[in-house]
C-alpha cells in the first residue's frame, strides 16, 4: 500500500479503540485544571437547546469536552445562557503513539462533515484539542490554525450500514 493508503487506513481503526483513547485523553485534559470539563448526556442536551437560541449550529456528536473560562452550571440552561460568552466548544483527537513530537507532525486524523460545519460556524468558540495519551501532551487549535498547519487533506466517506 502506499503512504496515503496506510494513512487512511490508520483512520479506520476499530470503534472501541477510538473510544478508550479519547476517554484516556479526556480525562488527562480534566485533570490538568485548565477548564476541560467533559459534559454529561443531559448538560449537551442544555448546551444544544441554549447554542441553537443564539442561532449557533452545534451537533452533539461533534464535540467531546468545553473549557469553561468562568464558573457556571452546566444543568442550568440559565447559567448556561448567562455564561456562552465563556464556554468554548471542543473536540478531541488523540493518539497513543509514543514517536510524536509536541507540535504533532505526522498526526493523521478523521475530521467529521459535522465537526467542520460546527467549527466554522462557532469560529474562535470551537477548538479542536490533540491529546497524546503516551506522553500526557495536548495541542489547542482554531479550524484556521489547523487548516495552516495540515501538510495534506485527504477526503473520505464513512459508510455504515
Known amino acids: 500500500m502506499d503512504e496515503q493508503a496506510n494513512k487512511i487506513a490508520e ?3 476499530s470503534e472501541a479503540s477510538r473510544n478508550q ?4 485523553a479526556a480525562r488527562i485534559l480534566v485533570n490538568k485544571k485548565l477548564g476541560f470539563v467533559v459534559p ?3 448538560q449537551k442536551r442544555i448546551l444544544l437547546v441554549e447554542f441553537a437560541r443564539k442561532n449557533l449550529t452545534l451537533y452533539g456528536k461533534a464535540f467531546d469536552a468545553l473549557k469553561l473560562s468562568a464558573d457556571m452550571d452546566l444543568d ?3 447559567s448556561v445562557a448567562r455564561h456562552m460568552k465563556d464556554i468554548v466548544v471542543c473536540e478531541i483527537k488523540s493518539t497513543s503513539k509514543k514517536k510524536l513530537g509536541p507540535d504533532f507532525r505526522g498526526y493523521f486524523f478523521g475530521l467529521t462533515t459535522a465537526e467542520l460545519l460546527v467549527a466554522q460556524n462557532l469560529k474562535d ?7 497524546n495519551t503516551a506522553n500526557r501532551s495536548h495541542l489547542e487549535l482554531t479550524l484556521g490554525q489547523l487548516f495552516a498547519k495540515a501538510r495534506g487533506v485527504y477526503p473520505t466517506w464513512s459508510i455504515s450500514f
Open 11 to 13: 483512520t479506520v481503526l
Open 40 to 42: 454529561t448526556a443531559a
Open 76 to 78: 442550568d440552561p440559565e
Open 125 to 131: 468558540r470551537f477548538r479542536f484539542i490533540f491529546v
Open 21 to 24: 483513547t479519547a476517554k484516556v
